[in-house]
């Protein structure tokens, strides 16, 4: 079964400094229908004008996932962390018990294009942490960027989830065959694909449950990310 979550359903914010496009409920969008998929809570598609970004702020009991599209984000935090994160980089932040940071682009010429993702994690009251890694993009290949173990020089994330990314260029194909049980989101960052023969374009998501295997074909040059979950 693969259920399609539309980019222009997204819920919005749109101020001086930012466009920000909701996949699920996130601060003042608020949809019963769209409050997460298992334990994947947020999937944010921000955009960020030259020199701005988010003042500090607090977090507590979420795994928050940085994926970079565009540009370079400047990342402080109460841990004493200082770091940029580019296309290429993705981040954790675990903000367990709290912690606080602040987020902007790292540009003063150059607009950001990212995804900020939230994940439940498997139990509240984790200490804080952060965590980077770079990855080189294999286009045509799912790359594991995150997991519960760290395997395979991916990032820890506390719960039981796989993250894969994946940059495709028009024609590339993935194949990914879930184990029994387990529940897929497909996010396309952009480009277009289809998923299982149905199209997805840049901003759509799909809900994939009890599907034997997925089949992803570029319809142009695309990138998506694909999360496993239980």
Do not use: C
């Not at 409050?35 to 701005?52: C, K, Q, S, T």
């Not at 994160?85 to 607009?111: C, K, L, W, Y």
């Not at 294999?138 to 395997?151: E, F, M, N, T």
């Not at 374009?201 to 074909?217: F, M, N, Y």
């Amino acid at each position: 079964m693969i259920a399609i979550r539309p980019a222009a359903e997204r819920g919005r914010t749109e101020i001086d400094w930012l466009d920000s496009r909701h996949t699920f409920s996130f601060g003042e969008y608020f949809d019963p229908r769209h409050m997460g998929f298992r334990a994947l809570r947020v999937i944010n598609e921000d955009r960020v004008v030259p020199g701005a970004g988010f003042p500090t702020h607090g977090h507590r009991n979420m795994e928050i996932v940085t994926y970079v599209l565009d540009g370079a984000i400047a990342h402080k935090d109460s841990l004493g962390t200082g770091s940029v994160i580019r296309p290429g980089e993705v981040q954790r932040m675990t903000a367990g018990t709290g912690i606080r940071h602040s987020e902007f682009n790292h540009s003063e010429d150059e607009p950001l294009h990212f995804l900020q993702i939230w994940i439940l994690p498997e139990k509240d009251g984790l200490p804080p942490g952060y965590e980077q890694k770079s990855f080189a993009k294999q286009p045509g290949a799912l790359r594991l960027v995150g997991s519960r173990d760290g395997r395979d020089g991916s990032i820890t994330v506390h719960q039981d989830v796989d993250i894969h990314a994946a940059v495709l260029r028009t024609g590339d194909a993935v194949d990914f065959a879930p184990a029994p049980d387990r529940h897929m989101w497909v996010q396309v960052a952009r480009g277009a694909v289809t998923l299982n023969g149905q199209a997805l374009r840049q901003g759509d998501g799909a809900a994939v449950s009890k599907e034997p295997s997925l089949k992803i074909v570029a319809q142009e040059d695309a990138e998506i990310v694909l999360f496993d979950l239980a």
